[in-house]
């Protein structure tokens, strides 16, 4: 199975950008990346996906090197919100919907 | 819309016992999955079902079962209760099964064995 690997942890400030990497160098042409945030006490929560062209929407923007091998999800201005932990999975669209998760990225932000 | 709905949403049990826990997916949505959430393994799948038939199975022993009905809430239970079965049980659906579509997850039961 393809892996992901992100930073344990990162911190940013209110109202300024943060970028949240994620290397998948085993990635596959049949993998999807997904971007899901988990607030305390929550279920995770979609926030972005694509496959090989950058994507925009409402909650964030998700790069994608041009290898597939690497991706950043970028949030464009952080809110006290924003505080949760954030999953790259890798989501092969024919092994339905078994989408193996990480540890991810504890996001911290600061007033 | 109402989101996904899980049921109970804490319970406490002891060693040896069995558990079951309910899932009520989005209106229209058929496909319905099903994760552990432990502190030490993190989120891990345990399984899938798609109009009423289990599509996919994660790694688990198979005191862990489920099932889905005919409007697509669906069951899993866990029997012969361990004390690592201590978990947050978190369900999802989406509409379709195979897509590269959002899932959506409800709040999770949180179960304790003691």
């Known amino acids: 199975d393809a892996k992901t690997t992100q930073p344990n942890s990162m911190e940013s400030n209110e109202e300024e950008p943060v970028h949240l990497p994620c290397n998948h160098s085993t990635i596959s042409g049949t993998d999807y990346i997904h971007w899901y945030r988990q607030l305390p006490s929550q279920g995770p929560e979609y926030v972005i996906h694509g496959l090989t062209s950058n994507v925009n929407n409402r909650m964030a923007s998700l790069a994608i090197a041009e290898d597939r091998k690497s991706s950043t999800l970028i949030l464009h201005r952080a809110t006290l919100r924003d505080a949760a932990v954030y999953y790259c999975?890798?989501?092969?669209?024919?092994?339905?919907?078994?989408?193996?998760f990480g540890a991810g990225t504890r996001l911290t932000v600061k007033p | 819309k109402a989101g996904v709905t899980q049921t109970p949403r804490y319970l406490i049990k002891t060693r040896g016992q069995q558990v079951t826990l309910s899932c009520s997916p989005i209106?229209?949505?058929?496909?319905v999955s099903w994760y552990q959430q432990t502190p030490g393994q993190g989120l891990q799948f345990l399984f899938e079902y798609f109009s009423e038939t289990q599509r996919n199975k994660g790694n688990f022993p198979g005191r862990f079962s489920g099932r889905q009905f005919s409007n697509s809430r669906s069951e899993m239970n866990v029997s012969t209760l361990e004390l690592g079965d201590s978990a947050l049980y978190l369900c999802a659906s989406s509409l379709r099964t195979g897509r590269s579509g959002e899932l959506f997850f409800g709040e999770g039961s949180r179960l304790t064995v003691l």
């Open positions: 209106s229209g949505h058929r496909s």
């Open positions: 999975i890798l989501r092969d669209v024919n092994n339905n919907n078994d989408m193996r």
